[in-house]
């Protein structure tokens, strides 16, 4: 397998841990396995006469007994396989999980981009991109090397000045719109016919500290209304944000997190990965900033897109000792079992040139992901030895390249893109 031939070559700490190496392979198997099981499935699925119910594969069926008796034939052959939720937590999970996958599946819509774009000031965006794309290039130049971010990267990093700056505001309490004195919570409110036409269905109440009236603050999920209202908080910002990063032409992912936080990937073609960006925070590319900058603990943050759905916790916690919250909300099986349905489900019509595709991205990624872990593992036993260059609060900003760069980063102790950070590094973590 080329999994092998892809891991660094470079010195290694001697007691480098092995269950790393173990997990690695369990991961191998069980992403191999679910590749032929579904192909399988498609494959069954496809034939004309339909296979007997006891035969079945295919994973959606909604009868559990076709399913128990694939799960158990498939459990057999593997260490961790996709499991079907059965008690009534996991079912709950499982459909939160498909309740918020449907949220990007809202930006693939020509009327809503088109009407994004004429809010966007895109000759100004286009022509800041340009310029500082031409400078990274020519720095880079300079250095012999070949320029980190693409041309699309600075489109985006634009936009994300544009928004925080110029577009869209912060609402804590919002003011009295009769007197314009602050406001105290004052509960939810039932949401009026027009709110919930609008698409609100949570309305919270303000009373006004002056003349006493009622403000109500509707939490719009639609991006249509956010386009208007271009006010929020977390939710609002991240959901209308990753829409106009798709009007912009980019590949955009809107990332769920269990404590109540919601950010954007969008996919660098420059460089090949998915990559982390804050709105509320103006942030590119520090999937640390939760853990190692606000000190949280996370358990769950799942991507979703248009394609689907990917477990991304590991690239937001780097070491699950420190930063990881206890993932108690369902077992990971069954939390597999809903991203690979969430997959099946965004992709079952596509071609299968675009499903081979996107599951080598898959593998691509899991691949990232896992070298994240193995890495924080490795520069957290590095400082316990004596004498190391560094702690192993990873000073690495960034996520690396490839797993090459990224194991001889983390093995020499320097990050390689040390001088390369995003547009607002150096701001302060602790405003939250
Ligand atoms: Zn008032």
């Known amino acids: 397998m080329s999994h092998r031939s892809q891991r660094p070559t470079g010195s290694t700490p001697a007691n480098f841990d092995a269950t790393e190496l173990s997990k690695e392979f369990e991961n191998l198997m069980r992403n191999k396995r679910f590749n032929d099981f579904q192909q399988q499935s498609s494959h069954s699925k496809s034939r004309t006469s339909s296979p007997a119910p006891s035969q079945s594969t295919t994973l959606s069926s909604d009868s559990s007994q076709t399913t128990t008796t694939t799960q158990s034939r498939i459990n057999r052959r593997l260490p961790i396989m996709p499991r079907r939720p059965h008690d009534s937590a996991s079912v709950k999970f499982c459909n939160l999980l498909h309740v918020l996958s449907v949220t990007p599946t809202k930006y ?163 460089q090949r990965r998915w990559v982390h960006v804050d709105a509320c925070e103006g942030v590119w590319d520090q999937p640390r900033l939760y853990t190692e900058g606000w000190n949280r603990k996370l358990a769950y943050c799942i991507a979703f897109s248009i394609d689907g759905a990917t477990d991304v916790t590991r690239r937001y916690v780097r070491s699950s000792s420190k930063y990881g919250a206890p993932r108690t909300r369902v077992a990971e099986d069954v939390l597999l079992w809903a991203i690979y349905e969430i997959r099946r489900m965004r992709r079952e019509k596509l071609s299968e040139q675009d499903r081979r595709r996107l599951r080598k991205e898959d593998e691509r990624e899991e691949r990232e992901l896992r070298m994240f872990t193995t890495s924080a593992l490795a520069a957290e036993i590095t400082s316990l030895f004596p004498g190391s260059r560094r702690s192993a609060r990873g000073d690495e900003q960034k996520t690396p390249l490839t797993q090459d760069e990224a194991a001889a980063q983390w093995i020499h102790g320097r990050p390689q893109n040390e001088s390369e950070q995003g547009p607002d590094s150096q701001r302060d973590f602790d405003r939250r």
């Open 108 to 270: 693939e819509n020509p009327g809503l981009l088109d009407e994004a774009l004429t809010v966007i000031p895109l000759d100004r965006l286009y022509a800041e991109a340009d310029d500082e794309h031409q400078i990274h290039k020519a720095r880079y130049a300079s250095m012999g090397k070949k320029p980190q971010w693409g041309y699309q990267d600075f489109v985006i990093r634009s936009l994300l000045k544009w928004f925080k700056k110029s577009f869209f505001t912060w609402v804590n309490n919002p003011q009295c719109s009769r007197c314009l004195m602050p406001t105290i919570a004052h509960g939810m409110v039932p949401p009026t016919p027009d709110e919930t036409a609008r698409g609100a269905t949570r309305v919270e109440g303000y009373k006004c500290s002056g003349c006493g009236s009622l403000e109500r603050f509707p939490r719009y999920s639609d991006v249509w209304q956010l386009l208007q209202t271009r006010c929020g908080r977390g939710g609002e910002w991240a959901n209308c944000f990753t829409m106009l990063c798709r009007a912009l032409g980019s590949r955009v992912r809107w990332v769920w997190n269990s404590e109540d936080y919601v950010w954007t990937e969008v996919y660098s073609e420059h």
